[in-house]
């Protein structure tokens, strides 16, 4: 029932909600970043975190600094954060929390038959999975030869199973059909996750539902960027767009037949939200489209703070700490590279 769950919500969900909007509370400022964008060296960085909740997590790491450290010690702060609340979570809490890392562990399966192909380490890709897409199985990924063995040896037993029905093929592993997996087992897991939220109802449905069609149509467009040029029909392509979203279905229907940025824009013009982030870019530019996005969703999930009661503060908040983690990370790149006259290029400001 909308608009009563105060009545039972604090019950189970109350102290994490207190716990989440605390943690949201010590996300860097604009006022954080203009200093962090003044820094001269990456231990000028670690001095500046060092007053923040990251400066336990960077205290103990000798000089000279690399932007990997920073990033790992502030991934490990947001991996300890979400290990405490799954761990006092109770159902249907607890369900959702996985459900945020499965889009992790995808990424993370990608990343090691990726690497496999190009005959990498399996030890040093490890290293670079994310740690919240991390399952038991995750290094025997490497013997698999096809789609079908991938699920058989390993993918049976995780909880990405269910979404591999749709991409099992005898086929042998190359860069396309990788894509083409990612992004099959993406659209599976959004619509999963967008049918369980509806069955929670209430508030949590009703955020939830706007976060995850923001993201369904982000990929979608992403998708039909990424496959101009390439051999990908306007039928395979409309099979990974998500069946939900603004733009489900016509725009998706648009879409599908677009050969060039411009067409895209063209497609996106007709749905308000869109077409305020296509107006931000001149004509045949794509470059600053995913800082355009990401603002978009920054504002999104800030705004779901504004009501109470409902699961979709853990989302935003996970969401937001992760984006603040790739704003730390293209700092400290600049600032590593020299290339300070760059940095405020891919800064998202939260606040």
Same mark, same amino acid.
């Given at each position: 029932?909308?608009?009563?769950?105060?009545?039972?919500?604090?019950?189970?969900?109350?102290?994490?909600?207190?716990?989440?909007?605390?943690?949201?509370?010590?996300?860097?400022?604009?006022?954080?970043?203009?200093?962090?964008?003044?820094?001269? $060296?990456?231990?000028?960085?670690?001095?500046?975190?060092?007053?923040?909740?990251?400066?336990?997590?960077?205290?103990?790491?000798?000089?000279?600094?690399?932007?990997?450290?920073?990033?790992?010690?502030?991934?490990? *702060?947001?991996?300890?954060?979400?290990? %405490?609340?799954?761990?006092?979570? $109770?159902?249907?809490?607890?369900?959702?929390?996985?459900?945020?890392?499965?889009?992790?562990?995808?990424?993370?399966?990608?990343?090691? &038959?990726?690497?496999?192909?190009?005959?990498?380490?399996?030890?040093?890709?490890?290293?670079?999975?994310?740690?919240?897409?991390?399952?038991?199985?995750?290094?025997?990924?490497?013997?698999?030869? %096809?789609?079908?063995?991938?699920?058989?040896? &390993?993918?049976?037993?995780?909880?990405?199973?269910?979404?591999?029905?749709?991409?099992? +093929?005898?086929?042998?592993?190359?860069?396309? %059909?990788?894509?083409?997996?990612?992004?099959?087992?993406?659209?599976?897991?959004?619509?999963?996750?967008?049918?369980?939220?509806?069955?929670?109802?209430?508030?949590?449905?009703?955020?939830?539902?706007?976060?995850?069609?923001?993201?369904?149509?982000?990929?979608?467009?992403?998708? +039909?960027?990424?496959?101009?040029? $390439?051999?990908?029909?306007?039928?395979?392509?409309?099979?990974?767009?998500?069946?939900?979203?603004?733009?489900?279905?016509?725009?998706?229907?648009?879409?599908?037949?677009?050969?060039?940025?411009?067409?895209?824009?063209?497609?996106?013009?007709?749905?308000?939200?869109?077409?305020?982030?296509?107006?931000?870019?001149?004509?045949?530019?794509?470059?600053?489209?995913?800082?355009?996005?990401?603002?978009?969703?920054? *504002?999104?999930?800030?705004?779901?703070?504004?009501?109470?009661?409902?699961?979709?503060?853990?989302?935003?908040?996970?969401?937001?700490?992760?984006?603040?983690?790739?704003?730390?990370?293209?700092?400290?790149?600049?600032?590593?590279?020299?290339?300070?006259?760059?940095?405020?290029?891919? &800064?998202?400001?939260?606040?």
């Amino acid at each position: 029932m909308y608009g009563f769950e105060a009545l039972t919500f604090n019950i189970h969900g109350g102290y994490l909600e207190a716990i989440v909007r605390g943690h949201r509370a010590s996300l860097l400022t604009a006022a954080d970043y203009n200093n962090l964008c003044q820094c001269e $060296t990456l231990d000028d960085i670690k001095m500046h975190l060092s007053a923040t909740e990251y400066g336990p997590y960077l205290q103990n790491e000798p000089s000279p600094l690399h932007t990997t450290t920073i990033v790992e010690k502030c991934t490990l *702060k947001l991996v300890d954060e979400y290990k %405490n609340m799954l761990c006092q979570a $109770t159902e249907p809490l607890s369900t959702f929390l996985e459900y945020i890392t499965y889009g992790h562990m995808i990424d993370n399966v990608v990343l090691i &038959v990726t690497g496999t192909l190009h005959e990498r380490d399996v030890q040093e890709l490890l290293e670079k999975c994310h740690p919240l897409g991390m399952f038991d199985s995750i290094a025997t990924l490497a013997v698999a030869q %096809n789609m079908r063995e991938l699920y058989r040896l &390993v993918l049976v037993d995780t909880p990405l199973a269910p979404y591999f029905s749709e991409c099992i +093929t005898s086929e042998d592993l190359d860069d396309m %059909n990788i894509e083409i997996m990612r992004n099959t087992l993406y659209k599976a897991y959004l619509e999963d996750f967008y049918r369980f939220c509806q069955k929670l109802g209430g508030a949590t449905a009703e955020i939830m539902s706007d976060l995850l069609a923001f993201e369904a149509d982000r990929r979608a467009v992403n998708i +039909t960027i990424n496959s101009i040029g $390439t051999e990908l029909t306007r039928d395979d392509r409309r099979k990974l767009y998500s069946n939900f979203g603004l733009l489900y279905p016509y725009g998706h229907e648009e879409l599908a037949i677009c050969e060039d940025i411009d067409q895209v824009r063209g497609a996106m013009e007709k749905y308000p939200p869109y077409q305020s982030i296509f107006a931000k870019l001149s004509y045949g530019e794509s470059q600053m489209l995913d800082k355009a996005f990401y603002e978009e969703e920054v *504002k999104r999930l800030c705004l779901a703070f504004e009501q109470q009661f409902h699961y979709a503060v853990f989302f935003a908040y996970m969401r937001l700490r992760e984006q603040e983690i790739r704003n730390l990370m293209w700092i400290s790149e600049c600032v590593a590279q020299n290339q300070k006259s760059r940095v405020h290029d891919s &800064v998202v400001f939260i606040f």
